[in-house]
C-alpha cells in the first residue's frame, strides 16, 4: 500500500484565520433536530453572526437565540446564573414542544467562565423529565465551524442510555433525504437496525455499549469519536462517504465490521454504483486536468480533495483544514496521491499570496474571500455550500461534482468570445 | 440577559467596520477571537464588495489566553501596516477582546507607528452597531481634521455614509447632483470614499450635509464645535423633504434654491387616477429613526396612505420618533426586540408595510405585502441600477418600491367581484408577482392569525380587548373568507371591534355587513 499524503510535511500557520466559530453549526443542527433548542450564551455578535451566516434568514420558527449577555451580567457571576434561569424558563414556557435544551457556550461566556454544565445540571433537574439540558461550547476560541457540531454530538454521549445490543450507530448529522439513502443500503447489504446521531427527535435517541460499532459520517467529529469510545463503541475506520470511491469504501468497512461478505455488498450496491459513476463521469468532464486550491474552513477538505483528485481528475495544490486529526483523517490521507501541500490553521494574508502565486482554476474558500478573489480573476467555490448542501453517498456524488464544476463553467460562459456551453446540469 | 432570535442592529464593532470598509486608505487592527471574521462576508457577499474590508482581526484562541494576548495583537498591528500601509490605523477590541482588558489604542500608541492610530472605546455590551459606527466616524475626524482656511467657493461636506449602508451609494451621488446644479462644490464625503488625508480637509468646508444622522451625527456636532460648520438637518427624503432640504441649503449658502425637476415623476404618479386605489391603505412603519420618520411624512402626504403604525429600533432616534408619532395620532413602538414588532403588525393588519429586511419576514409569515425603507437590509436590497431613496430620483423609487408589492388599482376590484373565480382568486395574489407570499391560513377561531403562538411571547394586542369571545358564526366566518385578503384583516378586526362596542358576542354576516358600512368612508 502506498502512503499517499501521509508522510507529505503540514505546513503549520498562526495568524488570521478567516474561518466561522462553531455557532454557526447551529444553523444545520436545529433544522437535524427537531425537538431541540439551540441558546447561545453569548453577545450581541454571536446573535449577529446567526442570522448572517444563516443567509436567508430562517424566519419560520428558529429554534435557537442568543442570551445576549450585558453589562449587569459581566458585573456578578449570580445574577448571571439567576438571568439564565429566567430566560430559559421563559423559553421552555413559551415552546413546550421542546424536549432538548443545548446551553451553547460563546467566546464571552467562555472567557467571563460561566459554567454552563453547572447550569446545564441544574436546570436538568429542574425540567426533567419532559426536557433534558445539555450544554457544549461553539466558541471561537475553542471551535473552528464544523467542530461545533462535534462538540454538540460529543455532549450528548455521555447521557445516550446503555446497551448491549449488537448495533451500528451511525454519527454525524446528515440531511434526512440522504439519512433515509443511508438506511436503504445498509439494509440492502443486510444491517437492518440502524441508529443515527443525532437522531431527529429525543425519543428516538440511541442507546450504545460494547457491542455498538459506529460509523462517522463526517470528518470532523473527533470529540464524539473520543466521547464514543469512552462508552466502549467501536469505530469502524473508513474514509468518508463522499464520492462514488469514499462511498464504497465505507459501506465495505461496515459490511466487514458486521461480518458481511464483499460479494454480498458489491451486489447491493453494483446498480447505484454505476449510476453515480456515469453521473459523475459526466460532470468531471469540465474538471478534468484543472486544479484545485482549498482555504481552510470544513475539516471535510482532506475528503474532498480526495474525491476531485481521484474521481474527478483534479490536481490538487494545498489542502488547508483548520485542524488536521491524525486518527480521522488517516484515510483520506493514505488515498490522496502525493502532491497536494498540506497546511494546518491560518495566516490568511499568506495563503492569500499562495493562492495567488498558484492562480489554481477553482479557490475553494470562505463567503468573506470568494468575491475578492473573483475581482482578482480567480475563480471560487464557496465553501459553506459543501457543508450545507447534501453531498453524500451515491445518489449525491455528481451533485458534490457539480458543486465545484458550475463555477467554472459559469466562468467559461460568461468569458467575451467562449463558445457557448450546453446547458448539461 | 436578553434573549434576542434576530436583530436589528450588529455589534458595534461591526458599526466601527462599516466606516473603515467605506474609506480609502484606512486601515483597521481588530482584537478579536477566531469568527469575528464573519463580518467580512457582511461586505463581500450582503453588498457584493470585491475587495476585502479592510481589517485584519488578531484571531485569539483559547490557548492563547494565558500566554501573551497582547503579544498577538502587537504583531497583528505590526504585519498589517507592513502589508497594507494604510494612512491611518484604527484599532479596537470585539466583544470578547473588551472582556481580556489588553487596551489595543494603549499597545498601538506604544508601537512608534509612523501613521496616526486611532483607538476605538466600543462597549459591546452596552451599545450597537449604529453607535459603533457614529463613534468611529467622530473619532477619525477627531484625531485628523485640521482648521483650515474654508475654499474660495462655497462648498460643504456630505456626513453620514458607510459601506454597507442601505443606497448610500446612490444617495450621496443624487445630493451631490443636487448641491453642485445649486453651485456648490462638494468637499468631502465621509465616510464613504474618504481617504484619512481627505478627514484632515473637512474644516475647508462652510457647512455640513448630514444624510444619516444615525451614523454620522457626533462627527457633523463636533464639526460644527470645532470649526464652526453649521448642519443642514433635514434629511431628503421624499419630494417635500428635498424642496425643504434645497431651501435650507440655499439659505445657509447664499445660493438660489435651484432644483431641477424635469425628472420629477413621483407627484403627476401618485395624483394620476390609477392611484386612487391607494388612498387611506392603512400602512405599518418600521426603521431606523431617520428612514422611519421619513417615510411617515411621504405616505401621508405624498401618497394619501393612512399611517396606523410608526416606530423604530435605535432608542438614540426615540424621542423624535414619538413627537412625530403624537403627530400622527399614534403610539411610537421604540424596540429592537422583533416578536414586539410582528405582535404589533399582526394586531394592526396593515395592508403594507414599510420596513426592514425583518418586517419583510413578518410580512411573508402574515400575509402582508411589504417594502424595504431601511436597513438592516439583504443582498436583493443592493441593485445593480442606480436606486437612490433621497432627492428627485429618490422621490420617483420611493413611489415604484412602495407601490409594487401591492395589487394594482383595477385588479384590485377585479378580485373583489370575482372572488369566487377558480383561477383569478385572492390566493392568487397581485398578477405582476410570479410568485407571492402565502396568506396567513385563515382559521378558524374568532381572533387574529397570531404569528407562531409557540415562539412568540404574546403581549395582550392593544385594543383587541375581548375579541377573544366574540364568536364568528359559521355563515359570517365564510363571508369573510369571500373578502380579499389583502382586506380581510382589516375587515376581520373592524367587525370584532365593531362587535365588541355593540357588546355582542356572537358576529353573524349582518354583524359583518353593519360594520362595514359603519367604517365606509
Redesign the interface.
Known amino acids: 500500500m502506498t502512503r499517499g499524503c501521509l508522510d507529505t510535511p503540514v505546513i503549520k500557520e498562526r495568524g488570521q484565520h478567516e474561518v466561522f466559530c462553531g455557532l454557526t453549526s447551529i444553523i444545520w443542527l436545529h433544522r437535524k433536530m427537531q425537538d431541540a433548542f439551540f441558546l447561545v450564551v453569548g453577545s450581541r455578535t454571536c446573535a449577529h453572526l446567526l442570522q448572517s451566516a444563516a443567509g436567508v434568514m430562517i424566519f419560520a420558527e428558529p429554534r435557537f437565540g442568543t442570551a445576549i449577555l450585558e453589562e449587569k451580567d459581566l458585573a456578578g457571576m449570580a445574577d448571571a446564573n439567576a438571568e439564565l434561569d429566567r430566560e430559559v424558563a421563559t423559553l421552555l414556557q413559551r415552546r413546550p414542544d421542546i424536549r432538548q435544551l443545548f446551553l451553547v457556550g460563546s467566546c464571552p461566556s467562555e472567557v467571563i467562565k460561566l459554567d454552563l454544565a453547572r447550569a446545564a445540571e441544574r436546570l436538568s433537574a429542574q425540567f426533567a423529565p419532559h426536557v433534558r439540558v445539555l450544554n457544549f461550547s461553539g466558541s471561537g476560541i475553542e471551535t473552528t465551524f464544523t467542530q461545533g457540531e462535534d462538540t454538540c454530538l460529543a455532549s450528548m454521549v455521555p447521557a445516550l442510555p446503555a446497551s448491549d445490543a449488537h448495533q451500528l450507530l451511525l454519527v454525524g448529522a446528515l440531511p434526512d433525504v440522504v439519512e433515509d439513502q443511508a438506511r436503504a443500503l445498509l439494509a440492502q447489504i443486510g444491517i437492518e437496525t440502524v441508529h443515527c446521531l443525532p437522531a431527529q427527535r429525543a425519543d428516538a435517541t440511541p442507546s450504545i455499549g460494547p457491542n455498538t460499532k459506529y460509523a462517522l459520517t463526517q470528518p470532523f467529529l473527533g470529540e464524539t469519536h473520543a466521547a464514543l469510545q469512552r462508552r466502549g463503541a467501536r469505530w469502524i475506520a473508513a474514509p468518508t462517504p463522499l464520492g462514488v470511491e469514499g462511498t464504497t469504501l465505507w459501506l465495505m468497512a461496515i459490511a466487514d465490521a458486521f461480518g458481511i461478505s464483499r460479494a454480498q455488498v458489491e451486489a447491493a450496491i453494483a446498480a447505484p454504483r454505476a449510476r453515480a459513476q456515469a453521473a459523475v463521469a459526466r460532470v468531471a468532464e469540465t474538471l478534468q486536468g484543472k486544479s484545485a486550491f482549498f482555504m481552510p474552513d470544513s475539516q471535510m477538505e482532506p475528503a474532498l480533495a480526495r474525491f476531485l483528485q481521484r474521481e474527478c481528475g483534479m490536481e490538487i495544490v494545498e489542502i488547508g483544514t483548520p485542524y488536521l486529526h491524525a486518527e480521522l483523517h488517516r484515510p483520506e490521507l493514505a488515498l490522496l496521491a502525493a502532491g497536494p501541500r498540506l497546511a494546518e490553521g491560518q495566516d490568511v494574508e499568506r495563503q492569500l499570496d499562495r493562492v495567488r502565486a498558484a492562480r489554481p482554476d477553482i479557490t475553494v474558500c470562505g463567503l468573506g474571500l470568494a468575491n475578492p478573489l473573483e475581482a482578482e480573476g480567480l475563480t471560487t467555490k464557496w465553501a459553506i455550500e459543501l457543508v450545507f448542501t447534501p453531498v453524500h453517498l451515491f445518489e449525491q456524488a455528481a451533485d458534490l461534482a457539480g458543486l465545484f464544476a458550475r463555477p467554472i463553467r459559469r466562468k467559461q460562459i460568461l468569458a467575451p468570445g467562449a463558445p457557448k456551453m450546453e446547458a448539461a446540469e | ?7 436589528y ?3 458595534p ?2 458599526g466601527a467596520i462599516r466606516v473603515a470598509t467605506g474609506m480609502r486608505n484606512m486601515h483597521m487592527v481588530l482584537h478579536a ?10 461586505f ?3 453588498e ?5 474590508p479592510p481589517v ?7 490557548r492563547d ?1 494565558g500566554a501573551d494576548t497582547a503579544g498577538l495583537f502587537k504583531d ?1 498591528c505590526r ?1 498589517a501596516y507592513e ?1 497594507h500601509r494604510p494612512e491611518a490605523l484604527l484599532v479596537a477590541a ?3 477582546a473588551e ?2 482588558q489588553d487596551d489595543p489604542g494603549g499597545l498601538a500608541a506604544s508601537m512608534g507607528l509612523p501613521v496616526p492610530v486611532i483607538p476605538l472605546e466600543l ?4 451599545r ?1 452597531e449604529n453607535f459603533g459606527a457614529d463613534e468611529a466616524f467622530y473619532q477619525i475626524c477627531k484625531a485628523l481634521a485640521k482648521p483650515m482656511p474654508r475654499t474660495a467657493q462655497v462648498s460643504c461636506n456630505i456626513l453620514g455614509a458607510t459601506a454597507l449602508g442601505f443606497r448610500h451609494r446612490d444617495d450621496v451621488a443624487e445630493i451631490r447632483q443636487i448641491l453642485e446644479r445649486m453651485g456648490i462644490a462638494v468637499n468631502v464625503t465621509a465616510p464613504l470614499d474618504a481617504a484619512p488625508s481627505d478627514i484632515a480637509r473637512l474644516g475647508q468646508a462652510h457647512f455640513n450635509v448630514l444624510l444619516y444622522p444615525e451614523t454620522g451625527e457626533q462627527a457633523a456636532r463636533w464639526l460644527q464645535r470645532s470649526f464652526g460648520q453649521p448642519c443642514i438637518g433635514t434629511v431628503p427624503l421624499g419630494v417635500g423633504a428635498t424642496r425643504r432640504f434645497v431651501q435650507e441649503v440655499a439659505t445657509l449658502a447664499g445660493a438660489a434654491p435651484i432644483l431641477d425637476e424635469t425628472r420629477l415623476r413621483q407627484p403627476w404618479w401618485s395624483a394620476s387616477v390609477d392611484s386612487t386605489y391607494l388612498t387611506g391603505k392603512r400602512v405599518f412603519i418600521f426603521g431606523d429613526g431617520t428612514h422611519a420618520m421619513a417615510a411617515a411624512r411621504v405616505a401621508r402626504d405624498e401618497m394619501g396612505f393612512d399611517v396606523v403604525g410608526l416606530g423604530c429600533y435605535n432608542r438614540e432616534q426615540a424621542r423624535p420618533l414619538r413627537a412625530l408619532a403624537r403627530e400622527f395620532g399614534l403610539e411610537a413602538l421604540i424596540s429592537d426586540d422583533y416578536l414586539e414588532v410582528e405582535a404589533a403588525i399582526a394586531d394592526l393588519a396593515p395592508e403594507l408595510i414599510l420596513g426592514t ?1 425583518m418586517e419583510r ?2 410580512g ?2 402574515l400575509g402582508i405585502p411589504c417594502a424595504v425603507i431601511s436597513a438592516p437590509v439583504h443582498v436583493q436590497d443592493f441593485p445593480a441600477r442606480y436606486s437612490p431613496q433621497m432627492g428627485i430620483e429618490g422621490a420617483n423609487v420611493l413611489f415604484d418600491t412602495w407601490v409594487h408589492p401591492l395589487v394594482m388599482g383595477l385588479e384590485e376590484h377585479l378580485l373583489t367581484m370575482f372572488r369566487e373565480d377558480f383561477e383569478f382568486h385572492d390566493a392568487a395574489g397581485p398578477s405582476h408577482h410570479g410568485a407571492k407570499a402565502q396568506p396567513a391560513p385563515s382559521q378558524p377561531q374568532t381572533s387574529q392569525a397570531q404569528p ?1 403562538p ?4 404574546q403581549p395582550a394586542p392593544a385594543g383587541a380587548g375581548d375579541a377573544g369571545n366574540i364568536v364568528w358564526l359559521s355563515d359570517a366566518e365564510r363571508e369573510l373568507k369571500k373578502i380579499p385578503f389583502f382586506v380581510r384583516g382589516k375587515a376581520r378586526r373592524n367587525t370584532e371591534s365593531f362587535a365588541q362596542t355593540r357588546g355582542l358576542s356572537e358576529i353573524s354576516v349582518d354583524t359583518l355587513y353593519e360594520a362595514k358600512a359603519h367604517y365606509a368612508r
Open positions: 440577559m436578553k434573549l434576542s432570535l434576530w436583530t442592529e450588529g455589534p464593532h461591526v477571537p477566531q469568527g469575528d471574521t464573519y463580518a467580512d462576508l457582511l463581500t457577499m450582503i457584493r464588495r470585491n475587495h476585502r485584519t482581526y488578531t484571531t485569539f484562541q483559547a489566553l497583528a504585519a502589508r470585539s466583544c470578547t472582556l481580556i462597549p459591546s455590551y452596552q450597537k429586511q419576514h413578518i411573508k409569515r407562531s409557540a415562539a412568540a411571547p
